[in-house]
């Protein structure tokens, strides 16, 4: 069975500084990951995925992730972050041979301090 | 375009007592999924539909049933209400069913079953 990690339940960052949100994954065979952002009383919203090729996914509100096959990981990455980035995310995983079954892991919340 | 829309927002329910969680969707999308959001445990996968008249469980499925009768609605039925079923669910869907396409995620139903 495929399952997620994310070693932090919260991460803090100053303004303009940069931010990591860290993801491992397990999963039979290649995996498919996404990140997916949550505002505060929202639905989530996809940020990127990784299905194949470069390792290095670029996606929205700057925002990129890096797939590390070895270390099995997806670090959710943005060089300089902003007090609106401040939310909970979430990664995910899904295995090649299940196209339905998406698991997600306990989230991290992040606080961008002005 | 409302995207997918979830009623009602909020609903408390006595142990024992039945409801319906209504999800629709207008983008004509052919996966549908519930999940339930729960502290420190992410997002739990309860039933998905990859089509009218085709439904299966997910992760956490007991005391909740599911019918897909149309493509834009999949409602999510709670038999007999427990306290262990309070949550927030959240329904979601997909263009098509392969396993590379992304969520797109209601707001949300706040239940609290007393």
């Known amino acids: 069975a495929q399952s997620v990690a994310q070693p932090e339940d919260q991460v803090n960052v100053a303004e303009g500084n940069p931010l990591t949100v860290k993801c491992t994954y397990s999963?039979?065979?290649?995996?498919?990951l996404f990140w997916y952002v949550q505002y505060p009383n929202r639905g989530l919203q996809f940020l990127l995925k990784?299905?194949?090729?470069?390792?290095l996914v670029k996606g929205s509100y700057g925002f990129e992730a890096e797939f590390n096959k070895s270390q099995t990981s997806f670090h959710l990455k943005k060089p300089s972050a902003l007090v609106s980035d401040s939310a909970l995310y979430f990664c995910a995983v899904r295995p090649f041979s299940n196209d339905y079954k998406l698991s997600f892991g306990a989230g991290t919340t992040v606080t961008v301090r002005a | 375009n409302a995207g997918v829309t979830q009623t009602p927002k909020f609903q408390v329910l006595k142990t024992g007592q039945s409801m319906t969680l209504q999800c629709a969707q207008d983008m004509n999308h052919e996966y549908m999924s519930w999940y339930r959001q729960d502290p420190g445990m992410g997002l739990r996968l309860i039933h998905y539909s990859v089509g009218a008249g085709i439904t299966d469980q997910g992760e956490v499925p007991n005391g909740y049933n599911v019918s897909r009768s149309t493509t834009e609605d999949f409602p999510l039925r709670l038999l007999s209400a427990a306290p262990s079923q309070t949550s927030v669910y959240f329904c979601a869907s997909s263009y098509g069913t392969g396993g590379t396409r992304e969520l797109f995620f209601g707001e949300g139903s706040r239940l609290t079953v007393l």
């Open positions: 990784y299905i194949t090729g470069d390792n």
């Open positions: 999963v039979s065979g290649n995996p498919y």
